[in-house]
């Protein structure tokens, strides 16, 4: 079946490591995103990427880092410098950017 | 920055009632989107809008786009226990997607 894949759907890490959350795709969508959700918010973007070997810091892009060596993988990267990582990450791709987008089932990080 | 304005931010409904949600936005959006988030998932996609003025239905959804282009609404009809959860509009951007906070809503006793 074609969909977005996040893994693993819990993290536990302890405080100062780095940490990669894993989103795999199979739409063979151009664009893919990753986003933050702290409890009872909205969905803030980290990074973006339209096309592969490309992409764009969203609003909060501190503290993390991306890649996107092929088209459906965007791995998201943790660093020790993300002063407050615990949260829901959710990762999305779309046909092309700004198109409707589809979530993968999200990986809760916690920091310990 | 674009900012979308959802309301209200959470409902408390009796099953059976019918509700009501909006997006506004001071931007112009080629595309508004509605999903659904359930506790601990991924939001999932129930409408897309394309043109202004469109209404658009998805069983006892219907969400219209505004004539304006700067504003959309949610309609669900006659609730039911698994409607809960969060709902979030977002619009299109120079390649983007533009989130609303989310409206979340709740089923009373």
């Known amino acids: 079946d074609g969909g977005i894949t996040q893994s693993p759907k819990y993290l536990f890490r302890k405080e100062g490591q780095n940490v990669t959350l894993s989103c795999e795709q199979n739409l063979n969508h151009d664009a893919m995103y990753w986003y933050r959700q702290d409890p009872g918010q909205g969905l803030r973007l980290i990074y973006y990427?339209?096309?592969?070997?490309?992409?764009q810091k969203g609003d909060i892009a501190e503290g993390y880092s991306v890649s996107r060596e092929k088209k459906e993988s965007f791995p998201l990267t943790v660093t020790s410098a993300q002063k407050n990582p615990t949260a829901f990450y959710l990762c999305?791709?779309?046909?092309?950017?700004?198109?409707?987008?589809?979530f993968g089932q999200g990986t809760r990080l916690t920091v310990v | 920055g674009q900012q979308l304005n959802q309301s209200p931010q959470s409902m408390f409904i009796q099953e059976g009632e019918d509700v009501s949600m909006n997006c506004t936005s001071s931007s112009i959006f080629n595309t508004w989107l509605w999903y659904k988030q359930d506790p601990g998932e991924g939001p999932v996609l129930l409408i897309a809008?394309?043109?202004a003025g469109e209404l658009t239905s998805n069983g006892r959804l219907t969400a219209q786009f505004g004539i304006t282009r700067k504003d959309s609404f949610l309609n669900i009809s006659a609730s039911i226990p698994s409607d809960v959860g969060i709902y979030f509009c977002?619009?299109?951007?120079?390649?983007?997607?533009?989130w609303g906070a989310g409206t979340k809503l709740i089923i009373k006793p």
């Open positions: 990427s339209q096309i592969v070997n490309d992409f």
């Open positions: 977002a619009g299109d951007s120079n390649y983007q997607l533009i």
């Open positions: 999305a791709s779309s046909p092309r950017g700004g198109a409707e987008a589809f």
């Open positions: 809008l394309y043109k």
